[in-house]
């Protein structure tokens, strides 16, 4: 082996170990919020159930013609969290309503996240016209309100899932975008960026190697924080009868509970469990969003 070789072998190995530490370090750091734990916990046992929902309860069950129960019965040995106003299981809805309403949460947050980061670096890095053009468009959506916006958008669009997951990506991005703008500004003035602009990297080479890399920790515990947003107005258009119909999902549980007047009826068991599972989720993802927000920024831990 060359010496040559062997310095990038080395060099590659220190890289690995580097990041090693940091894991571990990061890791260490984050078991120590107990809020973090908890919810990362709570998600994971959600993330389970979505996963093995064929499995836990049979798809069958969500067929209006193969339903055994009673008209919105109450809770039994045989149906743990009773029946819909169709007969159908309450927690066999409940258990994939699971899957569609982390499907979309995830799905569109993807889509939110690399809007707003293009946009952010973009506006943050070149600056100049374009910049600014992308930085009003920024503002112009964060003057419009968000809820509003979105049901108009997913009534012009239809009723689907794949539309649910574009509306709420569309319009969940201008946050992101200026955090990503201003840690940007912040790094584009710092030594090492003049360095690597003296010694001839292009724009390409200096967001792809040197800010990118910098502003991914605040991505990625942003995420966290636009999971538990998008769930919400997922939920939200849903119940607003403007989701996907041939989808089961914690918002339309909750849209046909009041459809059939479970509230006036005393039927609490259609309509406090999705309640409770849509409540549980986000406050996991806040929580872990939090823990992580302390974890990849020291800055905020200073002050415990």
């Not at 009673?70 to 045989?78: C, K, N, R, T």
């Not at 949460?105 to 690399?114: C, D, E, F, K, R």
């Not at 990118?212 to 991505?219: D, G």
Request: hydrophobic share 50%; glycine share 10%.
């Amino acid at each position: 082996m060359s010496t040559a070789s062997a310095t990038r072998e080395s060099a590659r190995a220190l890289a690995r170990d580097r990041r090693r530490q940091a894991w571990s370090r990061n890791w260490r750091t984050f078991r120590s919020h107990r809020s973090g734990l908890i919810g990362l916990a709570i998600l994971t046992g959600f993330a389970v159930v979505a996963v093995l929902a064929p499995l836990i309860a049979p798809a069958e069950g969500l067929e209006v013609t193969k339903a055994t129960g009673g008209v919105l019965e109450p809770p039994s040995s045989e149906y743990w969290l009773g029946t819909d106003d169709k007969g159908r299981s309450v927690l066999t809805l409940l258990i994939w309503g699971a899957r569609i309403s982390l499907f979309v949460g995830l799905a569109a947050t993807v889509i939110s996240m690399v809007i707003g980061t293009l946009i952010g670096l973009t506006s943050g890095y070149f600056g100049g016209w374009a910049g600014a053009i992308l930085f009003r468009v920024t503002e112009w959506f964060l003057v419009i309100p968000f809820l509003p916006l979105a049901i108009v958008m997913a009534t012009v669009l239809g009723r689907s899932l794949l539309n649910i997951v574009i509306v709420i990506g569309v319009t969940s991005w201008p946050g992101t975008a200026l955090l990503i703008r201003a840690q940007t500004l912040t790094i584009r003035e710092r030594p090492y960026l003049e360095r690597a602009r003296v010694l001839g990297a292009g724009p390409s080479h200096q967001i792809r190697r040197h800010i990118l890399p910098n502003v991914m920790p605040m991505v990625f515990a942003n995420t966290t924080l636009t999971v538990a947003v998008a769930i919400l107005t997922e939920t939200t258009l849903s119940f607003l009868g403007l989701g996907d119909p041939t989808r089961v999902s914690w918002g339309s549980m909750l849209d046909d509970a009041f459809s059939v007047g479970a509230i006036t009826t005393g039927a609490w068991w259609f309509i406090v469990p999705p309640g409770v599972c849509v409540v549980l989720v986000v406050l996991s993802f806040t929580l872990v969003g939090q823990a992580l927000e302390e974890v990849l920024n020291p800055r905020l831990g200073a002050g415990r």
